[in-house]
């Protein structure tokens, strides 16, 4: 793989031991990608934090947080002092909500290690924004800009909805690419892999965020990690239904880039999304994949006694916390029930000024912050049953929580929450 | 007793070094965060077909990575607590796959000649030198 001059110097150690041993990750990494050279980025989504009793112990023997990041954020054997960053970085969503240890289910002394973990990171530079939805809260790429993100539903909102570049990056070569600004230059980096692969007719209407989580779980499935271009979009979706599409495809399949023909960036026209290329595939989405689709993400589902809602996955928007206020305001959660909304903290503390958490809470929601069900492996104690309008939510929470999951728009979620019972239907 | 039967594959080195062990082939793609326990080498997904399986020592054999960007996460941490597998053959190129195999430093090889998926076997003891490009298939004993 070629290096500049500056990368050399850096893999010399001209930088320090850090930078040389990130150096040292980033060429074995393009190597085994088979890349040509790298490519610089100031723009990183990084998962860095340490929130489990197994780091903390490794943190304890090894010789703390230096250790914790020379291991599992550079791979490195060699425990090495970590310098300030040189690339700006923001933080995905963590392990467990830090200020609700118990309802997380977590101890104090996790909660501890946590704090010192966020002192270090933040002492580097890295921004504790801790949501998988850095493009609400102020990281939003540039259209072309070479980025350096993890977290499946944000790369792909990355390449499809903003036009920025970047592939599923990982939480070692983030690290990596954190301390010397260079990321392999491959995949959607290059404009070839970013043309359309699979081109995908929709026959039915497709409006609620509901169906656009619907829509995204089939081509995910249907396409895996290719690249699907999308006509007949009747309406323009918001930004809430693009996130639930974005994070729906790349669960059920590996989907880091779509198009949608005559809205997202790099498909003004069919012809520009393919690249003057021929689609691999022709799909079409009419009512009996839509209906399909819907049975399959309620497989799991048997009860209709709902103990747990869940919204918020990914993070969610100001718009959407306005729109459950609207919903929820003069109602009250059923006793048997719990209700959890998850959004960024920077979006929740405007939510607090604008009174909106206070409606929400006085209804007998929950507005937290930082995490979400799947990553902090944690629902209402007893839960049996759960409700979530995110198909990326409903396709995790039944492996990793053994619980049953129906998925349904907001307003079925809500008379869930209400009623203590699902009376969802597809619509 | 029975012949032994020796197929060769020749491919591209992803992470160099050689290892051997019993293959265990999936034609399932596996996913790292969420779909292996780390903890005992096991794959969890709920509708995987190796559901409950270890690959701690083995050669895996499979199409290639898929799901959350913690997939090298979940392999690095394999190879602290000693259940990763002994090497990887895949088909299916990714960012996901790339690091995975780098930071578990476990040889890796892919861009074969023939199709692993095809010709391996769970059980085959299989040889890894991923410094040049070879992999040797010893298949499984059976009654003559």
């Given at each position: 793989m070629h290096l500049t001059d500056e990368e050399q110097a850096m893999a010399d150690g001209r930088d320090g031991p850090a930078v040389a041993r990130a150096m040292d990750l980033l060429q074995r990494y393009g190597r085994a990608l088979g890349a040509e050279r790298l490519v610089a980025t100031n723009n990183i989504v990084a998962s860095v934090g340490a929130t489990t009793p197994f780091m903390r112990d490794f943190a304890r023997s090894k010789g703390g947080m230096d250790a914790v990041f020379s291991e599992?954020?550079?791979?490195?054997d060699a425990v090495v002092k970590i310098p300030k960053i040189r690339a700006f970085t923001t933080h995905t969503q963590l392990g467990f909500v830090p200020d609700q240890p118990e309802r997380m289910g977590v101890d104090e002394a996790t909660v501890q290690f946590y704090r010192q973990g966020e002192a270090f990171i933040t002492g580097l530079g890295v921004q504790a924004t801790n949501t998988c939805t850095p493009y609400q809260v102020g990281n939003l790429p540039t259209r072309g800009e070479h980025c350096a993100w993890m977290e499946s539903s944000a790369v792909i909102y990355c390449n499809s909805v903003l036009g920025a570049r970047t592939n599923t990056e990982g939480r070692e070569s983030v690290g990596a690419a954190m301390l010397t600004g260079r990321i392999p230059y491959w995949g959607y980096h290059i404009d070839a892999n970013r043309r359309g692969t699979h081109h995908v007719l929709l026959q039915t209407e497709v409006e609620s965020t509901s169906d656009w989580g619907l829509l995204g779980y089939w081509i995910g499935d249907q396409v895996q990690e290719r690249v699907p271009v999308v006509e007949g979009v009747k309406s323009i979706p918001n930004l809430a239904r693009l996130k639930h599409f974005g994070a729906a495809a790349s669960s059920s399949g590996g989907v880091e880039m779509y198009h949608l023909v005559g809205i997202t960036p790099e498909a003004p026209n069919l012809d520009a999304a393919f690249g003057g290329k021929r689609a691999i595939e022709t799909l079409r989405f009419g009512l009996v994949e839509h209906r399909a689709t819907w049975e399959k993400i309620n497989a799991t589902a048997k009860d209709t006694k709902v103990d747990y809602v869940m919204l918020g996955c990914p993070h969610y928007t100001m718009e959407q916390l306005w729109e459950v206020g609207r919903l929820i305001e003069g109602r009250k959660v059923h006793p048997d029930c719990e209700l959890w909304i998850f959004t960024a903290r920077a979006i929740k503390s405007i939510s607090d000024q604008n009174g909106t958490t206070k409606i929400l809470e006085e209804a007998g929601a929950r507005v937290m912050t930082d995490s979400c069900s799947a990553m902090s492996r944690a629902a209402p104690k007893g839960a049996r049953v759960a409700a979530f309008d995110s198909a990326k939510q409903a396709h995790y929470v039944p492996a990793i929580l053994g619980i049953q999951a129906w998925y349904g728009s907001v307003d079925e979620c809500i008379h869930a929450a209400c009623t203590g019972r699902w009376d969802g239907r597809f619509a | 007793m029975n012949a032994e039967t020796v197929v060769v594959l020749h491919g591209r080195c992803v992470v160099p070094g050689r290892s051997e062990g019993e293959a265990l082939v999936t034609r399932d793609r596996i996913s790292g965060w969420g779909g292996i326990d780390s903890r005992t080498g096991t794959i969890v997904e709920t509708r995987h077909e190796l559901r409950g399986v270890s690959f701690a020592g083995k050669v895996l054999v499979f199409p290639g990575a898929k799901g959350s960007s913690g997939w090298s996460a979940a392999f690095h941490m394999t190879r602290t607590m000693g259940t990763a597998p002994a090497a990887f053959l895949f088909n299916e190129m990714t960012t996901k796959m790339a690091l995975g195999a780098v930071v578990t430093r476990a040889p890796a090889m892919t861009?074969?000649?023939?199709?692993p998926l095809a010709v391996i076997e769970t059980g085959d003891w299989v040889t890894v030198d991923a410094d040049r490009g070879v992999v040797e298939i010893r298949k499984q004993a059976r009654p003559a």
């Open positions: 599992f954020s550079l791979d490195s | 861009d074969f000649d023939q199709d």
